[in-house]
């Protein structure tokens, strides 16, 4: 369907449409399932003339952000790459956070992934992965569905209410089935509030493998969720109970930081006694 890309308009190829706008529609037809494409699939799916995208695909080869096969298909450049990788909101979390990402793999030697909300879906910013870790459906850079991932959970729970009325109202795009811990609209809110509470959520999957997920919010230095931290292993073989502290905790020390400061524990702090004797002369 013309105009079908991501954030493209309805009819690009109408005058006056701004010449950024048309060559923004053509990146937008790129996506997890169309990463090559032809002057005339490009052409059908952005809704322009044939003469006018391949003049904008020309411009955006040589510019970098496209680049273009031996067979005439286009793919995203490694240039476009490099400036959205860029973002503050990505690479400022991903610098801070990656040692501690590391160190959940080492203890689990699963997957290990990082993500951040935009708009009504999650965009996965970093993910690490043992080379024989269960199978999963994401990949860095991809966006993920909030209802029925863990972290999607997590930033849909602390995204406020207005955010999870739009969701229930009008879904949050396709995404693998859910096992057990997907939630249908009814019961999202009362699965969202027990994720708020416990500052952790549970997800298990049945696509395109056996999983359990667990993840944990992190907040930055004006106290808002900005990313939110999960452990993907085989369902089964780690309950998901001795997952959780390690999430947590990993995901209060990123928080520490980026600056946030949680509130105080109420734990009690043992202080040692001192010795009265270190005092007193013989």
Same mark, same amino acid.
């Given at each position: 369907?013309?105009?079908?890309?991501?954030?493209?308009?309805?009819?690009?190829?109408?005058?006056?449409?701004?010449?950024?706008?048309?060559?923004?529609?053509?990146l937008g037809q790129f996506s997890?399932?169309?990463?090559?494409?032809?002057?005339?699939?490009?052409?059908?799916?952005?809704? #322009?003339?044939?003469?006018?995208? !391949?003049?904008?695909?020309? /411009?955006?080869?040589?510019?970098? =952000? +496209?680049?273009? $096969? @031996? *067979?005439?298909?286009?793919?995203?450049?490694?240039? #476009?790459?490099?400036?959205?990788? !860029?973002?503050?909101?990505? /690479?400022?979390?991903?610098?801070? =956070? +990656?040692?501690? $990402? @590391? *160190?959940?793999?080492?203890?689990?030697?699963?997957?290990?992934?990082?993500?951040?909300?935009?708009?009504?879906?999650?965009?996965?910013?970093?993910?690490?992965?043992?080379?024989?870790?269960?199978?999963?459906?994401?990949?860095?850079?991809?966006?993920?569905?909030?209802?029925?991932?863990?972290?999607?959970?997590?930033?849909?729970?602390?995204?406020?209410?207005?955010?999870?009325?739009?969701?229930?109202?009008?879904?949050?795009?396709?995404?693998?089935?859910?096992?057990?811990?997907?939630?249908?609209?009814?019961?999202?809110?009362?699965?969202?509030?027990?994720?708020?509470?416990?500052?952790?959520?549970?997800?298990?999957?049945?696509?395109?493998?056996?999983?359990?997920?667990?993840?944990?919010?992190?907040?930055?230095?004006?106290?808002g969720v900005v990313a939110a931290?999960?452990?993907?292993v085989p369902d089964e073989e780690?309950?998901?109970?001795?997952?959780?502290?390690?999430?947590?905790?990993?995901?209060?020390?990123?928080?520490?930081?980026?600056?946030?400061?949680?509130?105080?524990?109420?734990?009690?702090?043992?202080?040692?006694?001192?010795?009265?004797?270190?005092?007193?002369?013989?």
């Open positions: 369907m013309a105009g079908a890309g991501r954030g493209a308009p309805k009819d690009p190829d109408l005058p006056g449409q701004p010449v950024l706008v048309r060559a923004l529609t053509l997890e399932q169309r990463r090559a494409l032809n002057l005339s699939e490009m052409s059908r799916l952005s809704g #322009l003339a044939p003469a006018t995208a !391949l003049r904008l695909l020309r /411009h955006l080869t040589e510019w970098g =952000a +496209l680049e273009r $096969l @031996e *067979d005439g298909r286009y793919v995203v450049g490694v240039r #476009l790459w490099e400036i959205a990788s !860029l973002s503050p909101r990505g /690479h400022g979390v991903r610098e801070i =956070a +990656l040692p501690y $990402l @590391e *160190d959940l793999y080492e203890v689990t030697r699963h997957h290990v992934l990082l993500s951040v909300r935009e708009g009504r879906e999650a965009v996965l910013i970093d993910r690490l992965s043992s080379r024989t870790a269960t199978e999963v459906a994401y990949r860095v850079g991809g966006r993920m569905p909030l209802r029925t991932t863990a972290v999607g959970q997590v930033l849909l729970a602390y995204g406020g209410a207005e955010l999870q009325d739009e969701l229930l109202a009008g879904g949050d795009g396709p995404g693998p089935a859910p096992g057990p811990g997907g939630a249908d609209s009814a019961g999202l809110r009362a699965v969202l509030a027990d994720v708020k509470q416990a500052g952790v959520a549970v997800v298990r999957r049945t696509h395109p493998s056996r999983t359990v997920s667990v993840a944990a919010p992190i907040h930055g230095a004006g106290g931290l999960s452990i993907v780690v309950p998901a109970h001795e997952l959780v502290p390690l999430v947590r905790a990993a995901a209060r020390a990123i928080s520490r930081n980026l600056g946030h400061r949680a509130k105080a524990s109420g734990a009690w702090r043992h202080v040692q006694p001192q010795d009265s004797s270190a005092s007193q002369g013989d």
